[in-house]
Each structure stands twice: as C-alpha cells, then as structure tokens.
T-cell receptor
Framework: AQKITQTQPGMFVQEKEAVTLDCTYD???????LFWYKQPSSGEMIFLIY??????QNATEGRYSLNFQKARKSANLVISASQLGDSAMYFC??????????????FGAGTRLFVKA | GAVVSQHPSRVICKSGTSVKIECRSL??????MFWYRQFPKKSLMLMAT?????????EQGVEKDKFLINHASLTLSTLTVTSAHPEDSSFYIC????????????????FGAGTRLSVL
C-alpha cells in the first residue's frame, strides 16, 4: 500500500533563510509521481513542485527544490530565502500507478511552516 | 496555472437539508475530478474519484448515498451532501486533473478554494 509520512508537524525558520521540509514515502509501484502543495490559511491548495520517479535530476521551481533520494524513498522540499508569505501548511503527496491505487493521489499529514521576521 | 473554481466557499445549513457544491475547471478539460474532505488541522482525505460520463468511485467508508457526485461534463462536477447532519461539517475540496492517468503522473491536480460546510 502507498504511504506518505511527514514527521514535522511544525517548523520555524527565520526570514531569508532556507528550510527543509521532510517527506518519506512507501510504494511498491515502480512508477510514481511526487508532489508538494502549499495550503495557506485561506484553504486553497497551491501546487508547488513535481518529481517523477524516473527523473534523473532533482526538480526545481524558483525558490523551491525537491531533494529526491529514491533509494531512501525521501522527497524533501527545500525552500530557499524564506519569505513571510511562505508561512502556511505544506503537504507532500504521491500518485502511484494502477497497481497501487489506480492513479490516486494520497497526502501526508502536513507540516506547518512559520516564517519569523 | 490552471484554475479550478469551487462554489460556494462557505455554507451554513440546518440539519436534514441537502447541500450542493460545484467544481468547475475554467481553462482546461478535466477528465478526472476528485473530492476531498479535510478535518481541522488534518490532511486531505480522498472521498471519491469521478470521471466524466461515468459513475464515481468512492473510497472505502464513504457513503455513496450520502455524498452524491455527478460529473456531467468535462468542466463540471458536483458534490451533494444529502440530509446533512452536524457530523458532516467539514472543509470539502475539489480537484481537477487534465489528461489520462496512465503514465500521466505529471498531470498536475489543481484544487478549488474549498467549501466550508457548517451544519447546525
């Protein structure tokens, strides 16, 4: 069965510093996709970054990068130069293949990030 | 990025009434739409997956007769909470994805802004 684990319920970071949000996953499917979403207090889920299981390079999107370590089954999100607007809930998600859920996306428990001025 | 519109954003209703929530993909055709429920300070729980023109696939433990899903077109899916009760109060979020599922892992799921349902 697929599983996503986010072990950090809350994280603090100083403005302008970098922060890493942890995510580990488990799946028996050889092909899968990993996602990170941001959920501000308004509730909307905002797509941040995607990593495919066969991608050779770590994904990057502006200040966001994904530290993908396939052997360790981890997909940590790195936010560089944190801004006050980055304060939000962050969810790691995975979508597997037909063998492990029929292309459904499952979400981790989330990490609440607080950026301090 | 793609836009998914969800309406209403907030609804308060009396126990026993039915509530309909709409989810529209505004600038793309969504072959698959998803409905999630989120409890306070909790993660998203997938309720059902719907493909245009076919019946929704519900997750284990989700009552089909309580949560009616209709995916009538490639841009519209509706969730109707029938005979709502206080325990149905929650944050409901829809999500839409373009393209097929097979091999399309990069088909990003875009989310609506959510609907906060309060049943009195």
């Amino acid at each position: 069965a697929q599983k996503i684990t986010q072990t950090q319920p809350g994280m603090f970071v100083q403005e302008k510093e970098a922060v890493t949000l942890d995510c580990t996953y488990d799946t028996s499917d050889p092909s899968y996709g990993l996602f990170w979403y941001k959920q501000p207090s308004s509730g909307e889920m905002i797509f941040l970054i995607y990593q495919g299981s066969y991608d050779q390079q770590n994904a990057t999107e502006g200040r966001y990068s994904l530290n993908f370590q396939k052997a360790r089954k981890s997909a940590n999100l790195v936010i560089s130069a944190s801004q006050l607007g980055d304060s939000a809930m962050y969810f790691c998600a995975m979508r597997g293949g037909e063998d492990t859920g029929g292309f459904k996306t499952i979400f981790g428990a989330g990490t609440r990030l607080f950026v301090k001025a | 990025g793609a836009v998914v519109s969800q309406h209403p954003s907030r609804v308060i209703c009396k126990s026993g009434t039915s509530v309909k929530i709409e989810c529209r993909s505004l600038d793309f055709q969504a072959t698959t739409m998803f409905w999630y429920r989120q409890f306070p300070k909790k993660s998203l729980m997938l309720m059902a997956t719907s493909n245009e023109g076919s019946k929704a696939t519900y997750e284990q433990g989700v009552e089909k007769d309580k949560f009616l899903i209709n995916h009538a077109s490639l841009t519209l899916s509706t969730l109707t909470v029938t005979s709502a009760h206080p325990e149905d109060s929650s944050f409901y979020i829809c999500s839409a994805r373009a393209g097929g599922g097979a091999g399309g892992f990069k088909n990003i799921q875009y989310f609506g802004a959510g609907t906060r349902l309060s049943v009195l």
